[in-house]
């Protein structure tokens, strides 16, 4: 039973050419969060929702952009690709109940390459 | 800035010996979690533990935490094959929702 799904699974976009990456979940947290993970390193988070409330990191380039349209769905859109952007996109949810922080669910990835 | 660094940065075991990764971190944290992740595929939650919490166990998985030092380990016992894949740990801390990723330990168990 799929709880994190993330479309496409692998993705290739030109330079320049924007690209939209989709996550959803079957799980109804309230907490969704983007992650860039590039070649054995660490999960970067790039911003989060905390229901419709959208919480940026201050390193997150403004290339970057999110959209929850509702619980379900939460989009990661690039509006200029470069070539250092080619990395795993990786979604995950959480629950967040009064001020608790709970384990994150993390879908598959999307593997994006720049060409 | 990466709040956890994790150690060794590979390590490589025989199956059926047992593996212990350590993390470090800098600042105060409400818990600490664990990840393993199989190659070019998402995380997968493994445990976590609370500050307040000194050692965990889940199945085949020992996790101890030293709020003192600012570290945790984790054992993983009689390890398989099917154990490969990278490790992480995670904090949290105060009221953040996010967590901040540690630089992982790859792990490779030989048949």
């Known amino acids: 039973d799929a709880m994190v799904i993330q479309n496409p699974r692998y993705q290739v976009t030109q330079f320049g050419k924007p690209v939209t990456l989709s996550c959803s979940q079957t799980l109804n947290h309230n907490v969704m969060y983007w992650y860039q993970q590039k070649s054995s390193q660490a999960p970067k988070l790039l911003f989060h929702y905390y229901d419709k409330d959208f919480n940026n990191e201050a390193d997150t380039p403004d290339n970057f952009q999110s959209r929850r349209p509702n619980t379900s769905f939460c989009f990661l859109d690039i509006r200029s690709p470069g070539l250092g952007d080619a990395a795993m996109y990786l979604c995950?949810?959480?629950?967040?109940?009064?001020?608790?922080?709970?384990?994150?669910?993390f879908g598959p990835g999307t593997r994006l390459t720049v060409t | 800035s990466q709040q956890g660094e994790e150690d060794p940065q590979a390590l490589s075991i025989q199956e059926g010996e047992n593996a212990t990764m350590n993390c470090s971190y800098k600042?105060?944290?409400?818990?600490l979690q664990w990840y393993r992740q199989n190659s070019g595929r998402g995380l997968v939650h493994l445990i976590l533990i609370r500050s307040n919490e000194r050692e965990k166990h889940s199945g085949r998985l020992r996790v101890t935490l030293d709020t003192s030092k600012k570290s945790s380990s984790l054992l993983i016992t009689a390890s398989r094959a099917a154990d490969t894949a990278s490790y992480f740990c995670a904090t949290r801390s105060g009221s953040a929702r996010q967590l901040t990723f540690g630089s992982g330990t790859q792990l490779t168990v030989l048949p």
């Open positions: 995950a949810t959480s629950r967040d109940h009064s001020g608790a922080a709970y384990e994150q669910y």
């Open positions: 600042t105060s944290i409400n818990n």
